[in-house]
């Protein structure tokens, strides 16, 4: 075991980039964007399933929940698997896997056999992240991770941002099935070409921590349920909120115990003595709580207080993915010649300003106003993400590259889906404060509605009812800036702590010595 670690190790990178080295990051590329596709692509067909299965709201919920617990499970164990199996086999059996769920769900004729498939779907799909990163990386010379990162990130965060837009047009015409048969050509297509193009990989032959194992899938597992279903179940006014909640902290608790003294633990200790691996995840933990959360908040503040259609709202948030598709090529020619820190620094500094400025939209929000600042959030996003993906893994021994990684995509996962709950629970309460604060000023005496001009006569029927409308959507667009005042403040107060990173040295003078 001991020299196979070692071999790993020793496992150089290549010294040129050749045409091998792009076609595998093409394939780790294409791969990951199948799988952030279907993601994203899903919620807006959520609708159109309810009706094919004559499903409630709550029912249909478990369409989403059942993908989201079984992508959890996989990318906590993916690292375990790709040891013992060898990264390569793991990756050709999931990315099949995945490509069958995609016809499993896209041929469900009951509720319960699509969350089946949903669940296979999140299990299969999850390690397709890790795995084609550390693909992407390893393919490439290892001054150029940077560059390296950066393509492999295009079609991640490219498929995010156009699922919506293009999964729109495919509900509209041939039907909701086909976001999941789009993608299977693409899936059929990076199947073969892994076969062709990627290596075997030593396998470590490491026993598995069971108690650990469990301990870490079954507790990540019931606090992805928790989160999914707080909202919906009122949070701890809810026996089974609670219950998760419990059973979560415990399973954790006992994996972090198991961690710490188990002979051959789950998740290797070593890890956790690199300054700047312990340091990234706290990173990664705090940039999942906020970084993303415009997205899922834009669409719905420009449904319910400007009245956008779908497809408006989908060709007005791919500015954000223009921005960002021009960073990551930027970087990925330049990104290795400038220290990362300074990056990163940036790139929060931007993004947080960006937010500040969302923050003072008003309910009658302009296109353009989102255009322009979702295009220069892109831009940033990429400043981002790149840097503190550097900082976090590349100086890390090749032995514990697939638990690194993965636990780096895990802890980001948490963040993120902690970060929905809490902002949704933030905006549900805040617009309930905001409606009842507006509405105490309403009365007969008020020489406001008499001159407002509005349609807002408090002595009949409809002019109620068209004050009380307009008092939820000022009410609601007060809840939308505090949201995006929340993310700033994150996003500003992680930038002192970049300095904590060791320094790391740029290609530029890499090259000088």
Known sequence: MAQTAAALDDDPHPQVIDARAILVVLVATLATASYAFTWNSVTVALPHMKGTFSATTDQITWVMTAYIVGSAIATASV????????????????????????????????????????????????PLVPLAQVFAVNAFPKDRYFQATSLWALGFILANVTAPTVAGY???????????????????????????????????????????????????????????RGERLDWFDSG???????????????????????????VDRSVFRDWDFVLGMGFVFSVGLALYIPLLLIPLQLQQLAGYPASEIGF???????????????????????????????????????????????????????????????????????????MTLSGLPKR?????????????????????????SLFTRHSQIGYALFAAHISPYNPALSKS??????????????????????AAAVAFNNCYLIVSIILFGLIPFVLLFRKHRSLGAANAR
């Open 79 to 126: 690292s375990w698997f790709s040891g013992r199996f060898g990264r390569r086999r793991v990756f050709l059996f999931v990315i099949t896997g995945f490509t069958l769920a995609q016809f499993g769900c896209g041929l469900s004729t009951s509720l319960e056999s699509e969350v089946f498939w949903r669940f296979v779907q999140g299990t299969m799909g999850a």
């Open 170 to 228: 495919l509900i509209d015409g041939p039907g909701w099935p086909w976001v999941f048969y789009v993608t299977v050509p693409v899936s059929v297509t990076c199947l073969i070409a892994a076969i062709i193009l990627i290596p075997e990989s030593p396998r470590t032959g490491k026993p598995m921590d069971w108690t650990g194992f469990l301990a870490l899938i079954l507790g990540i597992g019931c606090l992805q349920l928790m989160l999914s």
């Open 240 to 266: 089974e909120i609670i219950l998760e909640s419990l059973i979560a902290g415990l399973l954790l608790y006992i994996f972090v115990v198991q961690t710490a003294v188990a002979r051959n633990p789950f």
């Open 316 to 390: 007005v948030m791919l500015s954000r993915g223009l921005g960002t598709a021009i960073s990551l090529i930027v970087l990925s020619r330049y990104g290795d010649r400038i220290e990362p820190r300074s990056l990163l620094i940036l790139g929060l500094a931007v993004t947080g300003s960006g937010a500040w400025l969302m923050s003072r939209w008003t309910a009658d929000v302009q296109a353009w106003d989102v255009i322009l600042s979702n295009f220069v959030m892109g831009i940033a996003t990429g400043s981002v993400w790149a840097p503190m993906n550097k």
């Open 400 to 424: 514990v590259q697939d638990q690194s990684f993965a636990m780096f995509y895990l802890v980001f996962d948490m963040g993120n889906a902690i970060g929905i709950a809490l902002i949704v």
């Open 453 to 474: 001009g509005g349609g807002w006569d408090i002595e009949n029927t409809e002019g109620l009812i068209a004050l009380s409308d307009e008092v939820a959507r000022q």
